[in-house]
Each structure stands twice: as structure tokens, then as C-alpha cells.
């Protein structure tokens, strides 16, 4: 069981990226999904989910507006396509999955399986 996190980098402020998180060894609408990230010296936060169950979504309010989260089955991956890019947002993003659907968890506690983070950098 496998989660990749791809698509960081280096971006101006306003500016765009995509990431993906693609898993092996398991179906991912056999559970959420979400992105966290951890900035330098701070804690992990929780970013984005996805519940698998019913395709609801749900952010933070930082990044409501500006992220949005979706899925592609027969890609087995879910995305974070990030828009309106702030210096603040830079951080190491990691997908993580949790078993438990129909709730969407923002507490990493309730993730279960965790990629290895891509970092993205905007620049000011």
C-alpha cells in the first residue's frame, strides 16, 4: 500500500500548481483523502479532504477559494489544484488516507496511510 505525492515546486505568488496523489495496491474510493502540509518550524495542518463515500469536499479556510480537491478513479489519483499561490502557502504537502468515510477528519490522527510530501515553494 502505497501513496505518491507528485507536482510540487516553485511558483510566484498568484501563480498555479497541481498536485497528485496517486496510490498503489488499493483503490482510493475505498477511502478519503486528504492533503495536509508543514511549513518549516510549524506544525502539520490539515489542508484539503476528500470523502470517497459521497464526493464531498471540505478546505480550510485559508485555502477555501483558492484550492479545490477532486478525484479521478481510473487514475486512481486525487488532485489539489492550487490557484491564487501566497508566500504563506509554502510548506511540504502530503496526501494521506483515512478509512473512515461519510466524515471528513482535519486531525492527521485519523489518516491511516501517508505519501512521502512534494514541496512547493511561492515565492513573493
Known amino acids: 500500500v502505497q501513496l505518491q505525492a507528485s507536482g510540487g515546486g516553485l511558483v510566484q505568488a498568484g501563480g498555479s500548481l497541481r498536485l497528485a496523489c496517486t496510490a498503489s495496491g488499493f483503490s482510493l474510493d475505498s477511502y478519503n483523502i486528504g492533503w495536509f502540509r508543514q511549513a518549516p518550524g510549524k506544525e502539520r495542518e490539515w489542508a484539503s479532504s476528500?470523502?470517497?463515500?459521497?464526493?464531498?469536499?471540505a478546505s480550510k479556510n485559508s485555502v477555501k477559494g483558492r484550492f479545490t480537491i477532486s478525484r479521478d478513479n481510473a487514475k486512481n489519483t486525487v488532485y489539489l489544484q492550487m490557484n491564487s499561490l501566497k508566500a504563506e502557502d509554502t510548506a511540504v504537502y502530503y496526501c494521506?488516507?483515512?478509512?473512515?468515510?461519510?466524515?471528513?477528519?482535519?486531525?492527521?490522527?485519523?489518516?491511516?496511510?501517508w505519501g512521502q510530501g512534494t514541496q512547493v515553494t511561492v515565492s513573493s
Open positions: 494521506a488516507a483515512d478509512r473512515r468515510r461519510q466524515v471528513i477528519h482535519a486531525s492527521y490522527e485519523y489518516y491511516d496511510y
Open positions: 476528500l470523502d470517497s463515500s459521497n464526493g464531498n469536499t
